[in-house]
Nanobody, 114 residues
């Protein structure tokens, strides 16, 4: 049972990135899935979540209107589309699920240059 993130990288301010989280060992359709991020010297914060069969979503105020979380149940993957990136979005981004306890991916680095 694990989560594996991909898609991070270096991008200029205003650019776009699409992060992916591949889940194995369980069906993501049965659980709320979330993206978190942690910047150097800061606490880990929740960025976006996708909750239920309807695909209801929630976002941190800092990314609302710029980021979109989605779920591909057929491929057991969760995505985070990040548009209009800002230098303050620089962080390690983690995929997370609470499935009989916390399960985190290894993280993917996103760096936004000004």
């Amino acid at each position: 049972v694990r989560l594996v993130e991909s898609g991070g990288g270096l991008v200029q301010a205003g650019g776009v990135l699409r992060l992916s989280c591949a889940a194995s060992g369980f069906a993501i359709s049965k659980y709320p899935m979330s993206w978190y991020r942690q910047a150097p010297g800061k606490e880990r914060e929740r960025v976006a979540s996708i909750f239920n069969i309807r695909g209801d979503t929630g976002y941190a105020d800092s990314v609302k209107g710029r980021f979109t979380v989605s779920r591909d149940n057929d491929n057991n993957m969760v995505h985070l589309q990040m548009n209009s990136l800002k230098p303050e979005d620089t962080a390690i981004y983690y995929c997370y699920v609470n499935r009989a306890g916390d399960l985190w991916g290894q993280g993917t680095q996103v760096t936004v240059s000004s």
